[in-house]
């Protein structure tokens, strides 16, 4: 009977990805890793994730988020990751830094939605079903919220800075990026 | 159908809810509400979330906006920068671009249409359709896919990359470039570039053919199913050009009804708040836009590649025809409105850009280093449309005398779908759902419904329109209170 | 007997020239040491400290040390680099520096110092200020959201353009780039887009009108070279006796980093 120790393939890392105030950009960014996406999947199996229909995250290894904190569901789901992974990602320029929704902080945002959605008889006609998350008066990169176990900047991080940055974790090195790799734009 | 926007007593019934909404793009979610013999009484798409992108652009420069904007959006970013940009080239006066710019343009917008609609179908939809529907959701996946179906999970890979190189080549990098400027473009295609994405395209075109047959192959295993999965009959709407062709970069405006009867034509998409109307539901933050001249009950309409391949007298590229001519055979002589053929219709436009692609390609203009048009007296104001991925796509920008944006109005693609989305997932409801017990595998169906749209929620929820607006305040009985209505200048009437 | 000009920086024999200064040998001789508020065309403000290296053990600004016969400096090292790691930080924080959206990305010094000095993140919480910009000169941006007040354009239009159209007010956090109009408006100033404090902001702040993103992603200064990279290529250009089109170039588009390795 084979033991553990006697077993060499090594358990697959676990990991969560999810965005937030984003635009799925860093997500895309991640599928330009192309046809290494057949490696990661030898490396890695996933778990909640936009790619996938696994509706909410377990215990992962790595998690990995794209976008700011801009409403209160952002806040539930950025917990619930924290909660749950061991290592935890801010990928991209909005999750690092807010981003360009944070344009919006000096804006107020009561202002916003009249002047979106209008008034009707001096009432606000902004969307204001219980099931719509409300909003935040200021946009958070993500470590004003949570930890924050490292960084990778980039509107977004290319594909292959992505996966210098999680090979390099992965297999249990500080991940270093090159000059060409490390951009904020 | 009865209505399901809104149930008369919902306090009574049982609420569940497909949060988050995945393998789409985007934030959103879908409530449904059933009594005890699980009858469904509500189905609505939500649209979760506000950024502001309309507002925090006011104030800023105009040349910044078309690299700005397509930040609402990491899937289809060249639509936002290119539509952006046609909108700049008139409101700073420019005139007809070079060819090489204008042909440089299509190629970055052709190119990302292969990505785009790659990225759709084979990461995201596929695996409903090549796993099933209600097959297991650890398995349902891009990853399942590539175990299980190996060849077609690469294929999707290489061709989505392909656009991608493509819109690097064009644009400096794969997101989020910035290859389009007012007046033109900052970058010419060198010799090697060219010669490097020519000598990979026939095999993007084969693939694509290959991808077609595929799904026409799937709809006759069950045509009974895939023809008649969410159908409802829907006006259409879309960009043409003055021929009648099918044009993703400019046209003008056709519309039609269900039927294909014309309701607009080669409209002008400058005035375009001459047609369209938004109105806004207190449960989304996404509008819902309609065709004026119908209102709001009968005016709501589907944008996208369904409407795309049908309203559009042919596609000038001839494999792409081909297909065409293959799928509306499946109409009988009448326009299809099942929602599952989205994705046949989807991969008709890839296999169309590739050929496109290949076309530009090969046109020796594509080299030219002439790419700025001349300038002329500003003009101040524009309206730039092109047909994205997901449906067509309207910037509207105002920019005052010091070069800074004044006012800006975006309908994004996934808005025109707004209320076909919401007919779609209720149709599926009373398909599927009604009176059964509800499995994981069945509200899967919802959502199979909502990925047929290919919808962008983050675009979506980054408008916030001065559409021409209406706002209605009705009772619990559903009787209109109160409306108000206001113009695209701002006018409230 | 003759005292022998030089210095060390990091182990390495660096020459200097009579009346120059720690940075200035170190740029002249392609050894770089991060700076943002020094220009070679002005004295030195000794503002942004990032320049800060040890010098025979004790800590000062390269920009306003004069050079001596036999110091040893130290530039490169961890503890320094964490420092000005914290510097620019504090400057990330401070403005509002959305690289994304910003017409001067890759060619952005603060941005290239953040690359340089492998800055991930801006660590502390942002303040996201309400700054505003100014359009109303025909041909020149200024957009206080991304000003880090070296000011260097405060020093150009003084002391070259002879017209003194920026000044800096307020103080700590409230510190901001005021205008000497009587609206305060950039518009009603002689500022011109042939002015040298036209061309001397490291960042975004002060750009010239309807021509961001003329230059393509992979032509600009920061695409393919380092600050540090480019100091050093600069020098050997020099040496060499060349004169490359790209150096050149770059010198007349009033490129912060070339600029700077020029003689003082």
Redesign the interface.
Known sequence: MATAAQNTTPRKLRVATT?L?????????L??I??R??DL?KLV??DR???????HCGPCDIGIIEGAV??A?NVHVLHEFRANCKILI?CG?CA????????????DVAE??K???????G?P?????P???L?LD?V??L??VVR?D????G??P??DTIWKYVTDLISGNNP??S??L???? | MPNLETAPSPQKLRRIA???V??????G?V?ILLDEENKVHQV?L?I?????????IEGRPYWEVPV?VQ?????C?VSHHVAAAKAMDIIAGYGTLPPAAEKLRRLMHYGQMVQSHA?HFF??ASPDLLLGFDSD??R????GV??DFPEIA?QG??M??FG?EVIHHTAG????GTGAIPGGMNKALTQEERDLLRNGVDQIVEWAIGSVRMIEKLHLTNPRFYNHFAEFGTNMMGLVRSDGAMDLYHGGLRATDAGKKIIFDHADYSQYDRMLQEG??????MKFPYIKSLGPEHGWYKVGPLARVQICDFIPSPEAESERKKMMAMGEGRPVHGTLFYHWARLIELLHAAEVIRDLLDDPEILGKDLMADKGPWRGEGVGVIEAPRGTLFHHYRVDKDDLVTFCNLIVSTTNNNQAMNEAIRAVALQYLDGCEITEGLL?HI?VAIRAYDPCL?CAT?A???MP?E?S?QDAAGAMV?R?C?NSDGA?V | MTIERYITIDGEIVHFGAGQTILQAALAAGVFIPHLCFHPDFGPHASCKLCTVTVDGRNGSACATPAMPGQEVHSDTPELNARRRVLLQML?VEG???????AK??NCKL?AL??EL?M????Y??F???RGLDASHPDILLDRNRCIMCELCVRASRDVDGKSVFALAGRGRASHLVINSPSGKLGETEFALSDKAAHVCPVGAIMPKRVGYSVPIGERQFD?D?LR?KVKKHTEWRSSGEERDGATKELVNGSVAVNSVKEG
């Not at chain 1, 490292?150 to 900047?153: E, G, L, S, V, W």
């Not at chain 2, 349902?140 to 990853?143: A, H």
């Not at chain 3, 509002?96 to 910003?102: Q, V």
């Open positions: 965005s105030a984003g635009c799925f950009g860093c997500h895309m960014s599928l330009d192309d046809e996406i057949i999947a199996e996933f994730s936009p790619i996938n229909d696994i509706k801009c409403n569901e801010a320029a690092v830094n807010g981003g360009l929704p944070a344009q919006r902080n000096h804006l916003i939605l002047h979106v959605y209008g008034d009707l008889d009432k006609s902004a969307p204001n079903d099931e719509l998350p909003l200021k958070r990169p470590n004003e924050i490292y960084f990778i900047p509107c977004p290319s594909g270093r990026l000059f060409e490390l951009r904020y734009d | 497909i949060d988050p995945t393998r789409v793009e985007g934030h979610k409530t609505r939500h979760v979330e506000v950024r502001g992108f309309e507002k925090f700005i930040r609402l959006c990491g899937i970013p990225l990461h995201l959701l650890t349902r996946n891009i990853m590539l175990a690469k890979v290489f989505r990359k991608q990098k794969r997101i989020h806004v539901k207190p449960w989304s933050y899967n959502e983050s980054h916030l329109g001065q607006l706002v305040l109160s108000l206001r409230i | 990330f509002n520096h959305f690289c994304p959206g910003c990305s890759g941005q953040g690359y492998e991930f993140n801006a660590h919480a942002h996201y200020p309400n393919h380092s990279q």
